[in-house]
């Protein structure tokens, strides 16, 4: 068991010091990010709740790790009665987009026969960088729909390309800190659209 979980070796107190070192700086990072991105994140929302109230729609979408966020992010927003899905969430249609046509278009196709001006397009990746999320992020822009980005680094082409209308870059390279830094950010996102729109949450 050990040759497949080499840390199970380690001493407990090394373990323990570790989880803790983690926690106090995914608290940090979590913190910082929702002291220095409050007004980006009240700005989004307004602009959320508008397109929510003109009768818009939510599209989140992602890979791996954050597609799971993706359907997170959706569900949140579809509990408190506001219209959201996850692009990733039809495995059918994913494959056969990427099968038959290719695995960039896959969030673009979809958002080409679904979404339309009002309606929001929200990314996530940790890097920013992926080819898929990009091109739908592109394709989300140029139907004007809201354009929602979650990158970490430095933002890869979400913020190279000007891709997102409001874009939250998480500054941390590790993937782990990324991800619990970007659901914080979407949960409180969802509580200020809430506020916004009068539902429940």
Do not use: W
């Amino acid at each position: 068991m050990t040759g497949l979980y080499p840390f199970l070796r380690r001493d407990p107190l090394d373990l323990r010091a570790s989880t803790e070192a983690k926690a106090r700086t995914s608290l940090e990072l979590r913190r910082r990010v929702l002291d220095e991105m409050s007004a980006a994140l009240t700005a989004a929302a307004a602009a959320m709740a508008a397109a929510f109230r003109g009768g818009g729609r939510l599209f989140a979408f992602g890979n791996g790790g954050s597609s799971t966020d993706a359907q997170s992010l959706a569900a949140l927003f579809t509990a408190r009665g506001l219209p959201a899905v996850s692009l990733a969430g039809d495995s059918a249609l994913m494959t056969a987009l990427g099968n038959d046509v290719g695995f960039d278009v896959v969030f673009a196709r979809q958002l080409a026969a679904l979404g339309g001006a009002g309606d929001i397009a929200c990314a996530l990746s940790t890097s920013g960088g992926s080819p898929n999320v990009a091109r739908g992020l592109a394709q989300a822009r140029a139907r004007r729909m809201v354009t929602v980005g979650f990158a970490g680094s430095g933002g890869g082409r979400m913020a190279a390309d000007g891709l997102a209308e409001h874009l939250f870059v998480v500054p941390s390279a590790s993937v782990h800190r990324i991800q619990e830094a970007q659901a914080t950010l979407y949960h409180v996102l969802a509580d200020l659209v809430t506020a916004e729109t009068g539902r429940s949450g």
